[in-house]
T-cell receptor, first 114, second 116 residues
């Protein structure tokens, strides 16, 4: 257990529905990353927060994806109008202030879009 | 740009050694190694920094060749628990505080299977 939690752990939805995932990072960490991982691939960067500020978003990320981190604590990732290609594991990683601090991954949310 | 890992898969017997490589075409600031078991989150193994600093588990060793932008993970006297997929994550040599601060690009993974 890394101290990072994600909810839900599994989500099955129908194409076209909206889904929201939550990540609770390690409390003293001010940086939070979201990644997406498909079968047989490494995690792919989606977006990054430092405290409540979203500092970078992947150019590959559709405008159907949005993320927030109100008050610099937990973060949510929302996918609107889901498509079958959105099926993947969504991981968040919690990191301290230092550039070389370890990224601690949560257990992930596995999304299946039918 | 995604780093390239080799080999794609390794099969070992307990006690044997293995080396996993990670290469980038871009100048790197750091290389991070993770192990992931099926259905679980990646688990941190080691960070190697430009300049030679390393942070990680005592039982894991790795190297970072800055000239070649290559890193290697050395798994010695393998145990059954070493089985899993190993990923390297690379951070480009952007200035600290820039938008690429701490952002990792992961390779496609190396599947390691250790048999009794």
């Amino acid at each position: 257990d890394t101290g990072v939690s994600q909810d839900p752990r599994h989500k099955i939805t129908k194409r076209g529905q909206n889904v929201t995932f939550r990540c609770d990072p390690i409390s003293e960490h001010n940086r939070l990353y979201w990644y997406r991982q498909t079968l047989g691939q490494g995690p792919e960067f989606l977006t990054y927060f430092q405290n409540e500020a979203q500092l970078e978003k992947s150019r590959l990320l559709s405008d159907r994806f949005s993320a927030e981190r109100p008050k610099g604590s937990f973060s949510t990732l929302e996918i609107q109008r889901t498509e079958q290609g959105d099926s993947a594991m969504y991981l968040c990683a919690s990191v301290g202030e230092g550039r070389t601090d370890t990224q601690y991954f949560g257990p992930g949310t596995r999304l299946t879009v039918l | 740009q995604q780093p390239v890992q080799s080999p794609q898969a390794v099969i070992l017997r307990e006690g044997e050694d293995a080396v996993i490589n990670c290469s980038s075409s871009k100048a790197l600031y750091s290389v991070h190694w993770y192990r992931q078991k099926h259905g679980e989150a990646p688990v941190f193994l080691m960070i190697l920094l430009k300049g030679g600093e390393q942070k990680g588990h005592e039982k894991i060793s790795a190297s970072f060749n800055e000239k070649k932008q290559q890193s290697s993970l050395y798994l010695t006297a393998s145990q059954l628990s070493y089985s899993g997929t190993y990923f390297c994550g690379t951070e480009m040599g952007a200035n600290a505080g820039g938008t690429s601060y701490g952002k990792l690009t992961f390779g496609q993974g190396t599947i390691l299977t250790v048999h009794p």
